[in-house]
């Protein structure tokens, strides 16, 4: 039973971190152990989860990183209680929740907000919520989720930058989704936990984070089946009130920029606390171009001997279970490390290929075509001063300082520490030359 008395106010401090730059020396095999924290996008999609209970719950593995604390923040000003524990354990408790518009400055600047909308509309049976940001890697559409609380028997409204979404009530529907989209499996899942009636999501995104927020709303009391399937059946429920706790899954994408560090590096890094499963995409292409990769039952251990040429190979990002979109960044520099022409198509994303330009200041030899990136591998990188233009494109050119020569800076790493929890004492342990300064 969580003791909803010792849930009180705590401001929650969002450092500025938008003038830091991290200062990389490149050259050092990376080697040894790292603990992968709990998964972001699972945080943000059972954070906002959590506002459509009935009573308290303990979220246990919350990644201490600003978009969740920015998420945190954005909950607590819609009347949520809630409280970190030194063990980065939450304690949330909604039920003093006294608006369903969601319109703090703060919902720009993350993607995770919109999942406030699905959540919002099942408590209050209407919601309103700024227009979400998050990456900017070509348009990011939110027709699916729009879809699918129409589909529930919602209106949607867009004006003034807003979303409204509202209904008399929310009855369960069949909702064929027209494309795989993450967010509106979720945002849908969340709106039907509590509508009247059965709702199934086909075509529904299968990602493991999906998985994650379909366990905890189930551990509420919700009745949801098939996530994790591209057909989810929910069932609806009155009243979610199971007073429990829940364990974030790890993060998929963190352990993901790890293993491909140890590659990269020509080093060897042992990940612990992850789901081997939910990493298989990886594990297998790294295998294919000579890596050796040991996997335990929570953790994988990626080498390659020094020196050791990678062979070239070709990557194309999927909806789970395929290539994850969030390593396409990170992939492509340790294919600049590889021996020959390699194939990266981003399939996901309209222009997820930004960061290329800043490798190409590294030295690096590739043509992008439309959906297409050709790596010419076997090319030296060297440092230069480049810029984090989003979270996984930041990871990649820390990636790359890491092997090239010299000296290299990564500005605006604000957007790295975004999904990152520790990166640089975590990097700094495995070796890697890595300062944080503040500029
Ligand atoms: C989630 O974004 C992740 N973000 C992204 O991770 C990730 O890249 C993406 O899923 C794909 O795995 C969070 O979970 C917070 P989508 P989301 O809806 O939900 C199109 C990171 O690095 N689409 O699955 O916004 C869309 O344009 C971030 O952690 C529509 O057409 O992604 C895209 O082409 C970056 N209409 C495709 O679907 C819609 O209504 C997949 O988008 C919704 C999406």
Known sequence: MINRTLIKEEKVKVRDQHLASYIIRGGNRLSGDVNISGSKNAALGIISAAMLLDGACKIENVPDVADINVMVEICKHLGAKIKRDSEGSLYIDPCSISTWEATHDKVRSIRGSYYLLGALLGRFKKSTIYMPGGCNFGTRPIDQHMKGFEALGAHVNIEYGKIHVEAEKLKGEHVFLDVVSVGATVNIMIAAAKAEGVTVI?????EPHIVDVANFLNTMGANIRGAGTDVIRVSGVPVLEADCSYSIIPDQIEAGTYMLAAALTRGQITVHGVIPRHMEPLTAKLEEMGALVEVGDE?????????????????????????????????????????????????????????????????????????????????????????????????????????????????????????????????????????????
């Open 202 to 206: 086909e075509n529904a995104a299968r």
């Open 299 to 439: 953790s994988i251990c990626v080498s390659v001997e020094n020196g050791k040429q990678l062979q070239a190979a070709s990557y194309k990002t999927m909806p789970y279970p395929g290539f994850p979109t969030d390593l396409q960044p990170q992939t492509t520099v340790l294919l600049c490390t590889a021996n020959g022409s390699s194939r990266m198509t981003e399939s996901v994303w309209d222009n997820r290929f930004q960061y290329i330009d800043d490798l190409k200041t590294m030295g690096a030899d590739i043509l992008i075509s439309g959906k297409l990136a050709i790596i010419e591998g076997g090319h030296k990188l060297t440092g230069a001063h480049v810029t984090a233009r989003d979270l996984r494109a930041g990871a990649a050119l820390v990636l790359a300082g890491l092997y090239a020569e010299g000296m290299t800076e990564v500005d605006d790493i604000s957007k790295i520490e975004r999904g990152y929890e520790n990166f640089i004492s975590k990097m700094r342990s495995l070796g890697a030359d890595i300062t944080r300064i503040e500029n």
